[in-house]
């Protein structure tokens, strides 16, 4: 069983920076992609950006410029750099790992961007 935790989330004023981690809890042969989505109170779960086993990065045109996705020391970490942060940002952040066609999902990590 694959299992993901996140950290780095936490409250920040408008303007701010946060930089979420993910790790994978063990190696996994065959991951086409890791990444972040993100669901705000009352909202649906969004796609916010991933990164593919070829280390393309992809992320949501709304967020491009101000959110970065990369991959961490090791195959089974990915990273988001979250920089001038808005209220909109508020959310639940879930860490996301594709492997065989399968979605493996992360417990979340919120995160609070105060006006």
């Known amino acids: 069983q694959v299992q993901l935790v996140e950290s780095g989330g936490g409250l920040v004023q408008a303007g701010g920076s946060l930089r979420l981690s993910c790790i994978a809890s063990?190696?996994?042969?065959?991951?086409?992609?890791m990444g972040w989505y993100r669901q705000a109170p009352g909202k649906e779960r969004e796609w916010v950006a991933s990164?593919?086993?070829?280390?393309?990065?992809l992320c949501a045109d709304a967020l491009k410029g101000r959110f970065t996705v990369s991959r961490g020391n090791a195959k089974n970490t990915v990273n988001l750099q979250m920089n001038s942060l808005k209220p909109d940002d508020t959310a639940v952040y879930y860490c996301?790992?594709?492997?065989?066609?399968?979605?493996?999902w992360g417990k979340g990590t919120l995160v609070t961007v105060s006006a």
């Open positions: 996301n790992l594709v492997s065989s066609g399968i979605h493996y």
């Open positions: 063990r190696n996994i042969f065959s991951i086409a992609s």
């Open positions: 990164i593919t086993n070829s280390d393309t990065t």
